[in-house]
């Protein structure tokens, strides 16, 4: 069974840097057996989805080009976790945070999801 | 704004069928497979249509997707209450090298 699960902080103040950190289960990040990524997300309040950054089980990474220089995303193979750094937060960044696996090879599609997790930037 | 377009919103009586459509241009779906998602307001998105047409297992036979050059289509037949949600079209863009998703489309069931 596939899950991910999303955890961190639901407040955060302007200017402070949001560490996310996603927990998979149900597949490796490791080995191109399985060649699959892990992806952030957000969601502004009944805003669109925006694709935030990719790693992939080779550690090559993709991030939005509008968040690049503010957005890092890191793995932990040994406990099966994908964190993402987003730093100079600021009030427009309030949203709900998911990640998703990315399979790359038949679906080629986000395939399992989080339950998300809404972060508010506010002093 | 997005890149991908999406229509804000569309309708349809239990057991219509309604079609929601998706725009791009070369860089993204008219070079990359479209996949849809299924979002009920407060719960994550959910994957309905991938590689433009095909579904995941256990995703209902209404929901059948297709592709055209660089627009794409959702449709749903038979529609029933349950599925009144936000639907989202994602394709890969090439020239700005990200994942990129429409603005969504929130189907109302009359």
């Known amino acids: 069974q596939i899950t991910l699960k999303e955890s961190g902080p639901t407040l955060v103040k302007p200017t402070q840097t949001l560490t996310l950190t996603c927990t998979f289960s149900?597949?490796?990040?490791?080995?191109?057996?399985?060649?699959?990524?892990v992806g952030w997300f957000r969601q502004p309040p009944g805003k669109a989805l925006e694709c935030l950054a990719l790693?992939?089980?080779?550690?090559?990474?993709r991030y939005s080009p509008a968040l690049k220089s503010r957005v890092t995303i890191t793995k932990d193979t040994s406990k099966n976790q994908v964190v993402l750094t987003m730093t100079h937060m600021d009030p427009v960044d309030t949203a709900t945070y998911y990640c998703?696996?990315?399979?790359?090879?038949?679906?080629?599609?986000?395939?399992?999801w989080g339950q998300g997790i809404l972060v508010t930037v506010s002093s | 704004q997005s890149v991908l377009t999406q229509p804000p919103s569309a309708s349809g009586a239990p057991g219509q069928r309604v079609s929601l459509s998706c725009s791009g241009s070369?860089?993204?779906?008219?070079?990359?497979?479209v996949n849809w998602y299924q979002q009920v307001p407060g719960t994550a998105p959910k994957l309905l249509i991938y590689n433009n047409d095909r579904r995941p297992a256990g995703v209902s036979d209404r929901f059948s997707g297709s592709k055209s050059g660089t627009s794409a289509s959702l449709a749903i037949s038979g529609l029933q209450s349950e599925d009144e949600a936000d639907y989202y079209c994602?394709?890969?863009?090439?020239?700005?090298?990200?994942?990129?998703f429409g603005g969504g489309t929130k189907l109302t069931v009359l």
């Open positions: 149900g597949f490796p990040l490791s080995t191109n057996t399985v060649r699959v990524g």
């Open positions: 790693i992939y089980w080779d550690n090559d990474k």
């Open positions: 998703a696996r990315h399979e790359t090879v038949a679906t080629r599609s986000f395939d399992y």
């Open positions: 994602g394709a890969w863009d090439d020239s700005l090298n990200a994942w990129l």
């Open positions: 070369s860089s993204n779906i008219g070079s990359s497979t």
